[in-house]
């Protein structure tokens, strides 16, 4: 089983909806990130999380919103999805800020 | 200046040939350094990690270092169609707490090798 899942694989949405990204690790880590990827950006950092009570923001945290249920779980969310945050979302993990391994994505699109 | 410059490619080269991927950085206080690799529609996955100066091999692989020059380097020995994937740089520096622990990354470089 993989050590970093990502939950929907693939969404369309519309715009105005709210939606979420769930992220979940069996890996141990205490760090969880949400990255988003757009083609000729690379990586960009939305929020990230040292434990339950630590959540900190990214670069681009505007329109999204997270939240740590567990060590284990952290779940992105568009309060109100635009068409411009249609992009791929990669949740990862590390132990203590040492190298980061990231789940398979999400590809979410906004219409 | 970006923290972190990477030439995104396309880069395409034949089956067997060495690669060169190459990232810069502003920085001084990287320590740190990895390569990750990106299939499309995957996941990135951690393909090397350096720490400070210097060279690690790893197979067909070797991550070179040059902190005095703010330079990294990623060579693919006799390269196959099955390294066709985006590569990506990243790089942090020494601390963990607050944001030191974050990574700062290349946008990638794609890489085709053709049979």
């Known amino acids: 089983d993989a050590d970093v899942t990502q939950t929907p694989r693939n969404r369309i949405t519309k715009t105005g909806k709210r939606i979420m990204l769930e992220c979940s690790q069996t890996k141990g880590h205490d760090r969880m990130y949400w990255y988003r990827q757009d083609p000729g950006l690379g990586l960009r950092l939305i929020y990230y999380?040292?434990?339950?009570?630590?959540?900190n923001k990214g670069e681009i945290s505007d329109g999204y919103s997270v939240s740590r249920q567990a060590q284990a779980k952290f779940s992105l969310s568009l309060e109100s999805a635009i068409p411009n945050q249609t992009a791929l979302y990669f949740c990862?993990?590390?132990?203590?800020?040492?190298?980061?391994?990231f789940g398979p994505g999400t590809r979410l699109t906004v219409l | 200046q970006k923290e972190v410059e990477q030439d995104p490619g396309p880069l395409s080269v034949p089956e067997g040939a060495i690669v060169s991927l190459n990232c810069t950085y502003s920085n001084s206080a990287f320590q740190y350094f990895m390569w990750y690799r990106q299939y499309s529609r995957k996941g990135p996955e951690l393909l090397m990690y350096t720490y400070s100066s210097g060279n690690k091999e790893d197979g067909r692989f070797t991550a070179q270092v040059d902190k005095s020059s703010k330079y990294i380097s990623l060579f693919i020995r006799d390269s196959q169609p099955s390294d066709s994937a985006t590569y990506l740089c990243?790089?942090?520096?020494?601390?963990?707490?607050?944001?030191?622990?974050?990574?700062?990354f290349g946008k990638g470089t794609k890489l085709s090798v053709k049979p």
């Open positions: 990862a993990t590390s132990l203590s800020g040492s190298t980061q391994y």
């Open positions: 990243a790089m942090r520096g020494r601390g963990y707490g607050g944001s030191q622990g974050n990574l700062i």
């Open positions: 999380s040292f434990d339950v009570k630590d959540i």
